[in-house]
């Protein structure tokens, strides 16, 4: 069934209040919902209860039997006759520990915790499941005092009671909320306890719930919330609105984390960090996925969404919000290049490829399989692009219009825009063709001369997508500027030009000889730029540009040149490269952050995105042949970096991050260089190294290699941390990584190994979702990647078919590749789509990237 945007229809019945009460058990929890219905529709209309796995046991109607029900499909139908409002009760019974798809109530390490967004709450109890529908809850919940200590809900905890060997506890949310939002955890964890004064003087409880013995690494989570209900205040003038906000981190979780109402339920993943386990990437992972949930209580839940096309309304604005809330915590231009390079290898091929999608999508069949980075990552360039359009006062005006007319309200997308029009005085008319059309739009520039006088042509085309075979020019703030290389000194400064047409010219200003054109400085827009400029060009600016993030763009534009001509069988300009990297490099003990973005070589799949038909085997060997090349030119700049000593892991400062960073690219250099004793150099840093951003890098690189020391490495830290999942992920993931021929074999092997499991999302990504990211291993030419994915897609949808489908991206790209390759990918693809039984999320996703 396919679900349209255009049929939204409000419900004829609202739920004003909602009871719930859990008898709890691993095996079998008993629910009893009461729902307090009132009817709007003025005539009579049953009450359709959806329902996913469920058996009503027994219905009542204000406290009597009720026997007017029936079952359609798997939803609940209660006829009410002509009552305007009634007490409908519903008990039922369900199985946490059988529950493997991780959606609804579920046990994970003798824990239940639930996860409803978008539609688990059915899998708990009959409701329509929408999240227009708005209640306050009341959950009582009652287990086994041994096995169940802590037990909390959404809200304040406002009784609690023992009964012989259980105990219970009566839970209260006052803020009305959707299902989707609702959350119960229920088991033996511990606390990290601090708090928070909001800006109107009111003491918040914060509580950071993990099991016994992970309590010590939850300090970096517990800083990041209070930085950013702070940064909250500051920014966006929104305070937290309950006394008590508790977190609980979860090893079995299908997604980062989930912004239930004062009640967060997060993969451990995003909360447990210290340095002897954590890097820096999850470090900064935790504070900003901490970030983002909390936003949510703002963009989300105070302001809802009516429907799930509106689901980038939330999270798209979250995303904006988090990526900045980092950015002011660490260096702006380096999370700027990580967001950038993040929409490049998740957003773009989605864009350009069968699944491609608008930021609100006209229809579905499975929501879950729309929590893509179109929704999330190009949604937050979208706000992004609003508020560079509007400045941020009128941006800011904008919001608190958003949030105060809307406050309380399942809201659209279009009610965002619209808050964004009126406060920030601005027609934005045709702004929003960016909710409707997918595709990334390409702008393509010439310079045109006109005696001294230069200007900029643009031509604009937004490519065709799979059901829009025609599409209209956007609007967009496009930020450029221009520099005379000979210096003269001639500029054009940050100019901001707002684009509409299909074509338009700018007016450079007077230039001697052809200016230096900087453009889409800030990444201002979420488009692909087509602009031939000659390696001079593009040096002068990665020198020279005063933008950094146009200095990171040049030098990785000639990079990408370079190794896209050399794939493609002409020659590169590898001195070129060579000595902008040397140029670069030059300017690391200021920045190191920085450095190690922009001389970092593009990934082979960017790299691919550049050709007609990807190459994966032409892009490797070209790849490591520039990093060697690049590796023999600079080997005394690279072993400097490495000769001094390492800032201490317990500093995360951007400055020793970003140290700590360019020391892995520099090994990465030299390894590529072949010489004979870069193992030994590398394995002396993963032994002597203080934390894990040095370990893991040094244990990646060896794990590309087949030396003695990579075997003993590997060995090393698996019985160092074969205990600890979130480490022991790390220990599958450099192998699925690897750039060594027997990638495939290995990822097979690795798949019977006795610490791998079906049943943990993390694990599955660890070992499946790296090595599908790992272009030349899972493109191999005989197809066995292939065939390996789509095993995993099989074994795992009857299982976890949300973890499922979202293995299946990979296999529908098949028109980027060669025929034989394409054919493969098909095969497959028809393969997992004869499965009898299959999801409903499978289905969509291989289905869609069969049909191209
Ligand atoms: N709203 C959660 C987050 O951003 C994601 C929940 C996804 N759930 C799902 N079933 N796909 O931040
Ligand atoms: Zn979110």
């Known amino acids: 069934v396919t679900i349209h945007r255009g049929d939204y229809a409000p419900l004829e019945w609202q739920i004003p209040d909602i009871a719930l009460d859990f008898a709890l058990g691993v095996e079998q929890t008993k629910v009893s919902a009461a729902l307090s219905v009132v009817r709007h529709a003025a005539a009579p209309a049953p009450l359709l209860l959806r329902g996913d796995g469920l058996t009503a046991a027994e219905v009542r109607v204000d406290g009597a039997v009720w026997n007017d029900w029936r079952m359609?499909?798997?939803?609940?139908?209660?006829?009410?006759?002509?009552?305007?409002?009634?007490?409908?009760?519903?008990?039922?019974?369900?199985?946490?520990?059988?529950?493997?798809?991780?959606?609804?109530?579920?046990?994970?390490?003798?824990?239940?915790?639930?996860?409803?967004?978008?539609?688990?709450?059915?899998?708990?109890?009959?409701?329509?499941?929408?999240?227009?529908?708005?209640?306050?809850?009341?959950?009582?919940?009652?287990?086994?005092?041994?096995?169940?200590?802590?037990?909390?809900?959404?809200?304040?905890?406002?009784?609690?009671?023992?009964?012989?060997?259980?105990?219970?506890?009566?839970?209260?949310?006052?803020?009305?909320?959707?299902?989707?939002?609702?959350?119960?955890?229920?088991?033996?964890?511990?606390?990290?306890?601090?708090?928070?004064?909001?800006?109107?003087?009111?003491?918040?409880?914060?509580?950071?719930?993990?099991?016994?013995?992970?309590?010590?690494?939850?300090?970096?989570?517990?800083?990041?919330?209070?930085?950013?209900?702070?940064?909250?205040?500051?920014?966006?003038?929104?305070?937290?609105?309950?006394?008590?906000?508790?977190?609980?981190?979860?090893?079995?979780?299908?997604?980062?984390?989930?912004?239930?109402?004062?009640?967060?339920?997060?993969?451990?993943?995003y909360i447990l960090a210290d340095p002897d386990t954590a890097t820096d990437v999850d470090f900064d992972g935790v504070e900003g996925v901490v970030a983002h949930e909390y936003f949510h209580n703002w963009s989300g839940n105070r302001v809802t969404c009516r429907d799930w096309f509106q689901l980038s309304l939330k999270e798209g604005f979250t995303v904006f919000r988090d990526q900045n809330f980092s950015a002011d915590m660490g260096s702006p231009p380096v999370k700027r290049i990580e967001d950038v390079r993040l929409l490049r290898a998740a957003q773009f091929p989605e864009d350009a490829g069968p699944l491609a999608h608008p930021i609100r999508p006209d229809s579905y069949q499975e929501i879950s399989n729309f929590y893509t980075a179109t929704i999330y990552n190009k949604g937050a360039e979208i706000i992004r692009m609003m508020a560079t359009l509007l400045g941020p006062e009128r941006f800011r005006k904008g919001t608190d219009l958003y949030f105060d007319r809307h406050d309380g309200e399942a809201a659209t997308c279009e009610d965002f825009v619209r808050a964004m029009e009126e406060g920030g005085d601005i027609d934005l008319k045709q702004f929003r063709r960016w909710y409707e059309q997918a595709g990334t739009p390409r702008l393509s520039l010439t310079l045109a001369q006109d005696g001294d006088d230069w200007s900029l042509d643009i031509r604009q085309a937004v490519p065709p997508t799979p059901g829009q075979p025609d599409k209209a020019p956007m609007m967009m703030p496009l930020r450029l500027a221009a520099f005379a290389m000979d210096g003269s000194g001639a500029t054009l400064p940050d100019t901001l030009v707002t684009l509409s047409g299909a074509a338009q010219r700018v007016p450079l200003g007077r230039f001697a000889s052809r200016p230096a054109l900087s453009v889409n400085r800030g990444f201002s827009a979420p488009v692909i730029v087509d602009f031939e400029r000659a390696p001079g060009e593009l040096a002068w600016l990665a020198a020279h540009d005063d933008d950094p993030f146009a200095r990171y763009e040049a030098l990785q534009q000639l990079m990408l040149d370079t190794l896209v001509a050399a794939a493609s069988g002409d020659t590169g300009d590898t001195q070129a490269v060579i000595d902008a990297v040397a140029q670069t490099l030059a300017g690391a003990a200021a920045d190191p952050a920085f450095v190690a973005e922009a001389v970092l070589l593009p990934s082979e799949a960017f790299i691919g995105d550049q050709m007609v038909t990807v190459d994966p085997d032409a892009i490797r060997r070209e790849r490591l042949a520039l990093q060697a090349a690049i590796g023999v030119a600079l080997e005394s700049e690279w072993r400097a970096v490495l000769a001094g000593a390492a800032p201490p892991a317990t500093d995360l400062s951007s400055k020793a991050k970003g140290g700590r960073r360019l020391r892995g690219v520099a090994l990465a250099y030299l390894a590529a260089t072949g010489q004979d004793d870069v193992p030994a150099l590398a394995f002396g840093i993963f032994s002597g190294a203080d934390g894990m951003t040095e370990r893991q890098a040094a244990l990646a690189t060896l794990a590309h290699g087949d030396s003695d020391e990579r075997a003993h490495a590997l060995d090393i830290f698996y019985q160092r941390y074969r205990d600890n999942p979130l480490v022991l992920d790390k220990w599958f993931q450099v192998q699925a990584w690897s750039l060594r021929p027997d990638t495939v074999d290995a990822v097979k092997a690795l798949a019977q190994h006795p610490d791998f499991t079906l049943a943990n999302p993390n694990r599955v990504r660890s070992l499946y979702g790296a090595f599908s990211g790992n272009q030349a291993a899972f493109h191999q030419a005989d197809g066995a990647g292939y065939r390996l994915i789509a095993d995993l897609v099989i074994a795992l949808d009857p299982k976890n078919p949300q973890t499922a489908a979202k293995m299946i991206p990979p296999l529908g790209r098949w028109k980027r590749f060669d025929e034989a390759r394409g054919a493969m990918m098909r095969a497959e693809l028809e393969r997992i789509l004869a499965q009898p039984g299959l999801s409903r999320d499978v289905t969509e996703q291989a289905s869609k990237s069969l049909a191209g």
């Not at 039922?92 to 824990?111: D, E, F, K």
């Not at 227009?132 to 809900?153: E, H, N, Q």
């Open 72 to 269: 359609d499909g798997s939803d609940l139908i209660v006829d009410l006759g002509d009552r305007t409002a009634a007490v409908v009760e519903v008990d039922t019974v369900i199985a946490p520990a059988s529950n493997t798809q991780l959606m609804g109530l579920y046990a994970s390490n003798n824990m239940l915790c639930t996860q409803c967004e978008a539609e688990g709450f059915r899998r708990i109890t009959f409701h329509p499941d929408r999240p227009d529908v708005l209640s306050r809850y009341k959950v009582r919940m009652t287990g086994d005092k041994a096995t169940f200590p802590i037990l909390l809900s959404n809200g304040n905890c406002v009784e609690q009671g023992e009964a012989g060997n259980d105990h219970w506890a009566l839970w209260e949310d006052p803020w009305p909320k959707p299902s989707y939002l609702f959350a119960l955890v229920a088991g033996d964890l511990v606390v990290n306890r601090d708090s928070f004064t909001t800006m109107s003087g009111r003491e918040v409880e914060l509580g950071i719930w993990v099991r016994k013995g992970d309590e010590a690494r939850t300090g970096h989570a517990m800083k990041a919330l209070q930085d950013s209900m702070a940064w909250d205040e500051r920014v966006y003038g929104r305070e937290y609105d309950l006394d008590l906000f508790n977190i609980v981190a979860v090893s079995d979780f299908n997604m980062g984390a989930m912004e239930n109402k004062g009640l967060n339920i997060f993969n451990t993943r």
